[in-house]
């Protein structure tokens, strides 16, 4: 467990506090002491890049939100005042507020239980069985069963996994026009990572709520089929925006994800990165900030013009650069496409496989000229060549100085990681993609000539602890390819800025925020069991420490104010018990 302590309430009370006084403001100086001091810690500041050069101090001063003074007991002490606020840390570690640069809270939000409770219109059905034999009967008796129980017109939604098994089932037995039998009167749909099967019902709602036909090359059959190789553009907006709006659930939702910030905070967490890929997402957000009530911040990328429309490439081009703007709280870091390929088995791989296999992948089609080893006609779907326009789209504005900064994707597989750089490429020259702060999300399969290009372009990857992909590589490639497979000591050696994300309250409640750094440190998972090779773990904890807090800054265009403990910076502490 962690103890944090947020500054916005003291940020509220000083910007009154100056409204009230500013006719003499001009007449008073800066107050020399703080208002609150940290005494008796071990301050482990994240001053330096180097983890050996790390200063680590006693005692901490502040001022406002801002950190006033980093020392001693007798240099800190010095900056008391008779109203000083004084807290003892006894001993414990003081760290930076931690960084989760990979967490879409906004989304998440609802797989809490208290919030669903509170939003039972957003329940979810979870399926999980690894034979399709077995698990499409499940679905379809639940889905019967949900349809009985809720009033016609309201959504029933299924999340199915393993994503193998349910694929095999999706566009044959799982169908559009069986959804639509199994629930005549409910908007159905059911999802896993790497595609979706959505009831006649469900595509009309998306369609009347949008404004436009979903476009042709969502559909990896046809429309009549009713799959998509999309996933989370169906659930995320969905529930967020079109169900809220349907059942009136908006403000309870807002206040789910208020406090889901809230557990994050306690939790030692104290930003996040999202893309906001719906409205309602960010309407949720820029309501809480608007009204100083944002309990953590938020660094998010623009993306909630793209899902369901075929003009996304129009609509880049008429929004400007937004990267930067924004408050303390929540600031845009630029514009993004989301996914470059699927997650899990939909991911877009170059190594070699049975053609089963390979033809499961999700990669996009290339540029004309663009040729990538491994990337055919055998694992290339359409549905993804949507996502390649609209990077191809930013990498030109980005090249013509239109805008400054391109957020963090997802990629899983190292095809698509080939594909995301080289659209970079192709539309700029090195020097200037070394500007952009590029990130990937996620780094479940980067090869060793990847992770030398990264380091020359300055590219961050944000890495999260997940075995799914280890038993993938196991099973359908080749043990000989888990060396792609999280390698963050061969980033770290060669320089590159790798980052440790999804490791705060992301849908369940967490003992410690390090409970995903014993994976890292040991490469094992929970039950022991190896993930990835053990060479490539993280070397040490203080160098953990600087991926889940210092390093995690620079993508997020903040090193200036979070991630360290120095003067200047916002004050954004947590003391460990």
Not at 19 to 42: F, K
Not at 263 to 285: D, I, P
Not at 536 to 559: H, I, N
Request: proline letters at 5%.
């Amino acid at each position: 467990m962690t103890k944090s302590r947020s500054m916005s309430g003291w940020r509220m009370f000083f910007v009154l506090l100056a409204s009230a006084c500013s006719g003499s403001a001009a007449m008073a100086g800066t107050s020399p002491y703080a208002e609150i001091i940290i005494l008796n810690g071990q301050v482990i500041t994240a001053d330096n890049d180097d983890p050996a050069k790390v200063t680590i101090a006693e005692a901490i001063a502040i001022r406002g939100d801002r950190i006033l003074a980093v020392g001693s007991n007798r240099e800190i002490n010095a900056l008391k005042a008779d109203w000083t606020e004084v807290i003892d840390a006894k001993g414990n570690s003081v760290i930076p507020g931690l960084i989760d640069t990979h967490n879409h809270l906004y989304e998440h939000t609802l797989d809490f239980a208290w919030v669903i409770k509170s939003i039972p219109e957003m329940l979810e059905l979870r399926i999980e069985v690894d034979d399709p034999d077995e698990l499409v009967p499940l679905i379809e008796k639940a889905i019967t069963a949900r349809a009985r129980q809720i009033p016609k017109g309201n959504w029933i939604r299924v999340n199915a996994r393993p994503p193998d098994a349910a694929l095999k089932a999706f566009g044959k037995r799982l169908s559009r026009q069986r959804l639509d039998e199994l629930a005549p009167n409910h908007p159905t749909y059911v999802t896993t990572r790497g595609g979706s099967v959505l009831s006649t019902n469900a595509i009309a709602a998306f369609e009347d709520y949008y404004g436009n036909t979903l476009p042709e090359d969502y559909w990896l059959v046809d429309r009549a089929t009713g799959t998509s190789g999309e996933y989370n553009d169906f659930d995320r907006c969905a529930k967020i925006d079109i169900i809220n709006t349907q059942t009136g659930s908006f403000d309870r939702y807002i206040k789910g994800y208020l406090e889901a910030m809230q557990v994050n905070v306690q939790l030692g967490v104290t930003t996040h990165k999202t893309h906001l890929q719906c409205e309602g997402g960010f309407s949720a957000s820029s309501h809480l900030d608007r009204n100083d009530m944002m309990p953590m911040r938020l660094a998010w990328g623009h993306r909630w013009l793209q899902p369901f429309t075929a003009n996304i490439k129009e609509s880049y081009r008429r929004i400007g650069d937004w990267t930067g703007y924004g408050s303390d709280y929540f600031w845009s870091i630029g514009s993004s496409v989301g996914g470059i390929d699927a997650g899990g088995v939909g991911w877009c791989a170059t190594m070699p496989a049975d053609k089963s296999i390979k033809g499961r992948e999700q990669c996009p089609p290339l540029l004309p000229g663009m040729q990538i080893d491994g990337i055919t006609e055998d694992n290339i779907v359409s549905n993804r060549g949507r996502r390649l326009e609209h990077l191809a789209t930013l990498a030109q504005l980005a090249g013509e100085g239109r805008i400054s900064g391109i957020p963090g994707w997802h990629v899983a597989g190292d095809g698509a990681l080939d594909v995301l750089v080289k659209t970079y490429q192709a539309f700029m020259p090195d020097d200037r993609i070394r500007q952009l702060r590029i990130q990937a999300d996620h780094c479940f399969g980067v090869r060793q000539d990847q992770i030398e290009l990264a380091a020359r372009l300055g590219q961050t990857f944000s890495c999260n602890f997940d075995t799914e992909n280890t038993r993938i590589i196991e099973e359908d490639y080749g043990e000989e390819y888990l060396t792609m497979n999280a390698p963050v000591a061969s980033m770290l050696k060669a320089g590159v800025n790798a980052v440790i994300g999804t490791f705060g309250n992301y849908g369940r409640l967490r003992a410690s925020p390090f409970e995903d750094g014993v994976n890292w440190l040991t490469r094992l998972d929970d039950d022991g069991k190896p993930w990835g090779l053990a060479e490539e773990a993280v070397p040490d904890r203080m160098t953990l420490l600087l991926m889940m807090t210092r390093y995690g800054a620079y993508p997020l265009w903040k090193e200036h104010a979070i991630g360290s403990i120095e003067p200047g910076k916002l004050a954004d502490i947590v003391i460990l018990n």
